[in-house]
């Protein structure tokens, strides 16, 4: 088949890379002139474990193509999907501009029968909003479906060639054929295709990332009481995990969701409910909390300091907001070192990815370098994302280098019993202190 996607970012590059794979001519649009060039020289844009080698593989073979003309791309494709950014717009709904200037632009181009496929998450009634943009330029028959995107961050490739399910909104039985054939050999086992209306393909996106958030919140608030009633959270962890209506993932305290995910999308349905005059007070919580979390360790860093932070070298380890990611976007880190640096500490940051999106997003402000190079003479370490070097370090070389053994740990990464042996003052979340 021949496809089209709209907007090459993380969704939309993956999305590309991996159905030129399974040997469909793929050609990724995107507005952005330098990143059209890099990936058309070769050049991956984003860090996603094993993407790399699918990329230039299908670059490789011609399946995979980048241009900024979106009638280049389109013409000769029967499919169009579009993975174009929905941010939130000032009152938190999702702001769908580029969707809908794409669709006003699919209008004038299109003159044979396509499939446009929304992989964007976009509130309920969009399907309806880009058939209407399209249809008023357009004479020619197309179909409007909605297939949200369910891949990870750091899973992405993995997620995207074995999914869970795929959730295809669309009441077309000529576009539900070609998508069953799109999707084909991802469902070689068994098929997990679930199609259903429109607004409940496009619902269904919301309810899954707004539940997920609501679980990692509902952890974080037992993680409070777990501090204040002297419980450890990790027994709570497993105690709960382990009952199979509960499940064990998505139960780790932290400090907070971030991505570019998760905060957007809880606002945009909290505020859609708004708009169908419902007020989703779980949602509402969810937001208020996590706002609260990402922040937690600050206040708990100053008493450490009896609050003065004034030229405390502070080590970040960890600035993606999540593991096997480059990706910064809301992540707890950079709202950490943001408070951090007002209160006059001295940063210096590791990650193994995402150095060079947190150079663009703080400047000068803080000293990134590598793992053992930031914690030289620092009066603390954070752990802000449990990448996985972080979890058996070179205590010896850590001790020997930090000026003070102390380590606040956003994520949890260590086991309380071997901190204190090793003689380090150690924070976590939802468990207790430990001093040597
Ligand atoms: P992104 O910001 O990484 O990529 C969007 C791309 O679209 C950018 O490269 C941008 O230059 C391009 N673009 C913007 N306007 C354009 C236009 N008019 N024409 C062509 N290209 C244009 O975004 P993303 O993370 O890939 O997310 C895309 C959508 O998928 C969002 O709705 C998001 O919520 C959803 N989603 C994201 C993930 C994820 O893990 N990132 C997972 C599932 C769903």
């Known amino acids: 088949m021949r496809i089209a996607v709209v907007g090459t970012g993380y969704v939309g590059l ?58 280049d791309g389109v013409k000769d494709s029967l499919l169009v999907l579009l993975a174009l950014p929905t941010p939130p717009g000032g009152d938190g709904s999702a702001d769908l501009s580029a969707i809908l200037k794409v669709a006003d632009d699919l209008g004038k181009i299109i003159n044979d029968y396509k499939v446009i496929i929304d992989k964007s998450t976009v509130p309920v009634g969009t399907a309806e909003k880009v058939h209407t943009a399209i249809g008023a330029n357009c004479k020619t028959e197309f179909d409007v479906v909605s297939n949200p995107e369910f891949l990870r961050e750091g899973f992405a490739v993995e997620d995207f060639m074995k999914p869970d399910r795929v959730i295809v909104g669309t009441s077309s039985q000529k576009a539900r054929k070609i998508i069953s054939e799109l999707y084909a050999p991802f469902m070689r086992q068994d098929n ?152 006059g500490s001295q940063i210096a940051a590791f990650d193994p990815e995402a150095m060079i999106n947190t150079k663009r997003e703080l400047g000068d402000h803080i000293e990134l370098r590598g793992q053992y190079d930031v914690i030289k003479d620092c009066d603390a370490l954070l752990i802000a994302t449990e990448w996985n070097e972080f979890r058996t370090p070179d205590f010896d070389k850590m001790s020997s280098l930090m000026k003070r ?28 202190t430990v001093s040597a």
């Open 192 to 343: 997990r295709i679930i199609f259903m209306d429109e607004r409940s393909a496009e619902l269904t996106k919301y309810a899954a990332n707004s539940f997920l958030a609501t679980k990692i919140t509902f952890m974080n608030e037992i993680a409070i009481l777990c501090e204040k009633f002297g419980a450890d959270v990790d027994l709570i962890r497993r105690g709960l995990g382990t009952d199979e209506r509960i499940g064990k993932r998505f139960l780790f305290p932290g400090i907070g969701f971030g991505g570019s995910c998760f905060p957007k999308d809880v606002k945009a349905l909290a505020n859609s409910a708004k708009g169908v005059n419902y007020e989703f007070k779980i949602l509402q919580a969810v937001m208020e909390v996590n706002e609260k979390q990402k922040l937690s360790l600050v206040p708990r860093i100053k008493k450490y300091f009896n609050d003065d932070l004034k030229g405390k070298k502070i080590a970040i380890w960890g600035l993606a907001f999540k593991p096997n990611t480059d990706d910064i976007r809301e992540a707890p880190s950079i709202f950490i070192i943001r408070e951090l640096i007002k209160e």
């Open 14 to 71: 993956v999305t590309g890379t991996c159905f030129a794979e399974s040997g469909n001519t793929v050609t990724c649009i995107d507005i952005d002139t330098g990143k059209v060039n890099k990936l058309t020289n070769g050049e991956i844009t984003i860090y996603e474990p094993g993407l790399e080698k699918l990329f230039l593989r299908n670059l490789r073979e011609n399946r995979l193509k980048f241009t900024t003309e979106l009638a």
């Open 405 to 432: 053994k102390v380590i606040f740990d956003g994520r949890n990464v260590y086991e309380l019993q071997k901190m204190k042996e090793l003689g380090f003052y150690y924070e976590s979340i939802g468990r207790k």
